[in-house]
């Protein structure tokens, strides 16, 4: 049953035609990396690094950082590592960061992520040196958060490049050609997303967030549970713009919110157009399941029936429809 469980996570994510189609994980602590290290060689999509910040009174240095990156450049044994900046504020506050965020009105719409990055230059500078340093160690992709504006992306490139200049004149190691990439979790950087790609090496759609703020249901409001769906039209142009834009500026687009872990979404994503997937450790098998029981070429008209669907019951009833030969 081991060998068996072993055995299928080395099977390649290719559908039943053929298309490739990339599967990575999503990491938040050093836990996942021992559930990685089981679960097959596979790269990480998105590393949520505020889990760093969060309970402690200071935030980690430069080294402390570095070494949380080697470790998981490690386990990963040469896949690559997608790093994305600290998402801090909105739910997730350390210690430092809880006092001026404190009595936001609305932390959602606040200042969280990439914000409080630009907000806070050298605690973000202190993150950015060691992701760079990290990046002469293995293969390291650095993703931002929440962009809203290219002027953001503008600011946030700026001090990469300044943090490469101080690296290079102290003599400290980094890949110049790392690559950078942003969440697409807003829906104003969703309708923009080609205009981002073009500026960036990849993008990931963070569905949790782009459902939260299209569709103004607070992700952490159990009042408001019931009508947060990621099927809503709405979500789902979004997610179609994306993917176009990407295109568009040629550029590489994942999905790593939680829809993309859901396996009765697989087969909608990859009609869709999605090829790269990043899902929480434990879906690996699962969506690996689901991507290999696929043909790609069936996927076209109920996915266009379904993205036409307005009401949320019709939705499912096609979702259904769509998986039904999946036990
Ligand atoms: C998302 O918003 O979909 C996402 C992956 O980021 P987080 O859940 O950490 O906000
Ligand atoms: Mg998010």
Same mark, same amino acid.
């Given at each position: 049953r081991r060998a068996d469980l072993v055995r299928q996570a080395r099977l390649p994510s290719v559908t039943l035609d053929g298309t490739p189609v990339t599967l990575q994980a999503n990491i938040e602590l050093d836990a996942d990396l021992n559930a990685l290290r089981r679960a097959g060689p596979t790269g990480v999509g998105?590393? $949520?690094?505020e889990f760093l910040y969060l309970n402690r009174s200071t935030p980690p240095d430069e080294g402390e950082q570095l070494k949380a990156y080697r470790r998981a450049l490690r386990a990963l044994g040469g896949e690559a590592l997608t790093v994305r900046t600290y998402d801090l504020g909105g739910d997730k506050l350390p210690d430092a960061e809880a006092r001026e965020t404190q009595g936001s009105p609305n932390p959602a719409l606040g200042l969280r992520a990439i914000r409080l990055s630009l907000r806070e230059p050298g605690l973000f500078a202190t993150q950015i040196r060691a992701i760079l340093r990290a990046s002469a160690l293995g293969p390291i992709r650095l993703m931002l958060p929440m962009l809203t504006d290219i002027s953001e992306l503008d600011q946030c490139l700026a001090l990469i490049e300044e943090q490469r200049s101080q690296l290079r004149k102290a003599g400290r190691r980094f890949d110049p050609g790392m690559p950078i990439g942003a969440m697409i979790e807003v829906p104003a950087a969703a309708l923009t997303a080609a205009a981002f790609a073009r500026r960036l090496d990849f993008l990931s759609i963070g569905t949790n967030d782009l459902t939260q703020y299209t569709l103004a249901i607070d992700r952490t409001d159990e009042t408001v549970n019931h009508l947060y769906d990621p099927l809503h039209p709405a979500v789902l142009q979004l997610i179609r713009l994306t993917l176009k834009g990407a295109a568009r500026a040629r550029k590489p687009v994942a999905m790593c919110g939680e829809m993309a872990g859901d396996p009765r979404y697989t087969r909608l994503l990859l009609g869709m157009g999605l090829r790269e997937f990043s899902v929480p450790v434990n879906r690996l098998a699962e969506i690996r399941h689901v991507i290999r029981r696929t043909?790609? $070429?069936?996927l076209a008209t109920p996915v266009r029936k379904l993205l036409a669907a307005g009401e949320r019951a019709v939705r499912d009833r096609l979702l259904e429809t769509l998986n039904q030969d999946l036990e």
């Open positions: 998105l590393y $949520r690094t043909d790609v $070429r069936k």
